[in-house]
């Protein structure tokens, strides 16, 4: 298993830096170029929220870790913000987390007033390939 850890000041000229890091980290890491894709927009989006919402207007953090297993790549985007509030988090997802639920095989978001909120994105390397064959056989 293979990791990386790397952080950001949450402002918006983050986000474009977070998303080229983890992106190259992920391609490191062995990703499929068709991974890496639903992982720079799910970065974008994890990121941007962050930016919006978690400090309300103050400074604060942006964590993200990256790791690779067998046939998979976890990213986990973290803030120590103000949570997300009970609607949000009992099914009633925002765009931006719509778009993360629908690109990854697995999203567990985990929150708590006043203690931040942590997405952790599982991307899978075999529909990734399986991806791939099909649009080679269809060339």
Known sequence: MLSHDVSFPAVPSSVRMARETVAEEASRLGAPATVLDDVRLCVSEATTNVVRHAY???????????????????????????????????????????????????????????????????????????????SRADA
């Open 56 to 134: 309300a207007g103050g400074k604060g953090e942006i964590r993200i870790a990256v790791e690779a297993r067998a046939d998979e790549l976890v990213v986990v985007v973290r803030d120590a913000g103000v949570g997300l509030e009970g609607f949000q988090r009992e099914g009633e997802l925002g765009h931006g987390l719509r778009i993360i639920d629908q690109l990854t095989h697995e999203l567990v978001i985990t929150s708590a007033p006043h203690a931040g909120t942590e997405l952790r994105m599982v991307f899978s390397f075999r529909g990734a390939a399986r991806v791939a064959a099909r």
